[in-house]
């Protein structure tokens, strides 16, 4: 009797301890250590929200879903649609856009559609440790569904990249279930970019919004330098650790789901989740977007943190009623454009002072960054993680490629010169690191 009693005390102090820090973890927590990210960094997502948006319409001419202000895309530099027809099932629609504007070919796929049973499919198609891939594990349905499109659309890239003078962004972008397959297709181009003319990884991104877990953690970390995840608030897919195709076989037993993760949550320690090489995670760099905070009504003017976290990636699913609406890529869309605007006033408050954080140092810290978090997972034994990206050597053509982006970019601005180049070529650091000119060094001499 006294047994049972005191199992019964343990099991009730173990549930009563995780339903207290669930009902009191807010989704800003995840990332209240995280830096803020820069204008210039965020400045591609509002529009890439915008382009998986308009996957979403049947005629960009005559469009019944925009957003506010438009989708801003030409339908004359649509390359290719695809539909779920095309696909057969094998992955979800996308487009091939040229955008001009911004020397970018981009490769956008919408996200889950609820009432397409193909899509289950792709998601049911996973078992835990099912799929091995370069020294990890991945989404064994995702990493086909990339596979497919990788096959079909690789000639259409890498015609376009070579009629636009092999200066151009390759970007991949996709929503939800499609945030899964733009990753994996990522992580296969840049390890086999011969298929797209050889292009240069400095030229490969990868856009993920609102992102599944789709690979294993070492290499979530090693290709954060080229995959982007984007996440508003409480969405709860790239916190879902539980794999989604149990979350489907549980769903007439979710009770008994939620009493297992229950018990997983109270009793496993963190480490041993971090030494599961099977366990899948959001991919790559993360920007959080944070418009709510504890025990306040309404949304605040949203703000972007970014880091590449190692432990701590998003592990806990967060109680709110915002969990399934902040999945949305509508949302998504509204609150990065009003994020970017925030960011860009913040930016310019004063015109003739120096940015707090120039684009040069800030490239730097990003690398920074990177290199920091592989080290750390290596240093907290995470399976199968590297220090190395593969990505150490910078050939010529890599070189050759930053030039020719440079050049394009001056030629859209008109000639102009960037603040970081005049202070490249007015002042220099002395031996305490603090800017000078460089006539006020000449006569010290």
Known sequence: MSVSCGVECVLCVGC??????????IGSDDSGSWPPATPEEFEPIPRICRLILAVYESDLNNPQYSPAGGYRVKPEW??????????????????IYTD?????????????????????????????????????????????????????????LKRLWEDNGRCYRMVFAGHSLGSGVAALLTVIVVNHRDRLAGIPRNLVSCYAVAPARCMSLNLAVKYADVIHSVILQDDFLPRTATPLEDIFKSIFCLPCLLFGVCLRDTFIPEGR??????????????YHIVERRFCRCGRYPPEVRTAIPVDGRFEHIVLSCNTTSDHGIIWIEREAEKALQRMKEMSSDTVTTAPKIPKLERLQTIEKEHKDALERAVSLNIPHATTSTGNEEESSQEKSAEACQDENKSAH?????????????????????????????????
């Open 273 to 286: 989740k971090l030494r599961d090489p099977r366990r899948l995670y959001a991919p790559g760099r993360m």
């Open 16 to 25: 009563s301890r995780w339903a207290w820090k669930r009902c009191t973890h």
């Open 100 to 156: 001009h504007d911004h020397n970018e070919i981009v490769l956008a796929i919408r996200g889950l559609n609820l009432i397409k049973e193909s899509d289950y499919k792709l998601l049911l198609d996973n078992r835990l440790g099912m799929q091995m891939f370069d020294g990890g594990f991945a989404h064994h349905g995702l990493l086909k569904s990339a596979t497919w499109l990788l096959n079909k659309e690789s000639e259409t």
């Open 78 to 95: 649509v390359v290719k649609r695809v539909t779920y027809e095309q696909t057969h099932g094998r992955a979800p629609p996308y487009l």
């Open 413 to 445: 601005s008109g000639g102009g010169t960037s603040w970081d180049e005049v202070v490249k070529k007015l002042m220099k650091r002395d031996d305490s690191g603090q800017l000078i000119l460089k006539s006020e060094t000449n006569a010290l001499q």
